[in-house]
């Protein structure tokens, strides 16, 4: 089962914040962000795990709503640089293989 | 090397050809798999692979793909008699670990399939 993001795409000037979300019908096990710039390679950005864990390596933040099913992507003080198709990938079960979401269009302007 | 490398980074074929896309994963990572992505999608599981063993190809669309990893670091995905719908990017991911949902994947660049 797909998981739905949402909002599908949204505009900043630099130093805005964003809020990105993504959902499933399914119960969630971890969920992982991913950002791609136009012909490169998805860059690991963060795992949520059940129980309230995250790993991730950048200045963003997230959340993972185990009752609700959905996870929330943080973006503040943007920067031009985070600018991408940010994807949300969720297990199906507790193990490896991820379903992604079809992706939020984020556009960070001067 | 530092990251995941795939080669060629754009291939064209005509319809019927065969290809076959090339991916060297991060050094000492087990597990490797293989996505594809449509335009305006988000990647899409093909297959699994825990060092050479292939543990999952429930994404392959028909026997016309085949993947490898003989000896537990290159793979390869192989696509016989290609049809136009091929035409996509495809994906490697590489991980540390065994099959977790808990470890990151790292992917490299894509290889650009057009099929004419």
């Known amino acids: 089962q797909q998981p739905v993001q949402s909002p599908q795409a949204v505009i900043l000037r630099e130093g805005e914040d964003a809020v990105i979300n993504c959902s499933s019908s399914?119960?969630?096990?971890?969920v992982h962000w991913y950002r791609q710039k136009h012909g490169e390679a998805p860059v690991f950005l963060m795992i949520l795990l059940k129980g309230g864990e995250q790993k991730g390596h950048e200045k963003i933040s997230a959340s993972f709503n185990e009752k609700k099913q959905q996870s929330s992507l943080y973006l503040t003080a943007s920067q031009l640089s985070y600018s991408g198709t940010y994807f949300c990938g969720t297990p199906q079960s507790s193990n490896y293989k991820l379903t992604f979401g079809k992706g939020t269009l984020l556009t960070v302007n001067p | 090397g530092a990251g995941v490398s795939q080669s060629p980074r754009y291939k064209v074929a005509k319809r019927g050809q065969d290809v076959a896309l090339r991916c060297d994963p991060i050094s000492g990572h087990v597990s490797l798999f293989w996505y594809q992505q449509a335009l305006g999608q988000g990647p899409e599981f093909l297959t699994y692979?825990?060092?050479?063993?292939?543990?999952?190809k429930s994404g392959l669309p028909s026997d016309r793909f085949f993947a490898e990893r003989p000896e537990g670091s290159v793979s390869t995905l192989k696509i016989q008699r290609t049809q136009q719908e091929d035409s996509a990017v495809y994906l490697c991911?590489?991980?540390?670990?065994?099959?977790?949902?808990?470890?990151?994947?790292?992917f490299g660049d894509g290889t650009r399939l057009s099929i004419l």
């Open positions: 692979f825990q060092n050479e063993a292939q543990l999952d």
């Open positions: 991911a590489s991980s540390l670990a065994g099959p977790l949902s808990n470890q990151p994947q790292h």
């Open positions: 399914k119960a969630l096990y971890s």
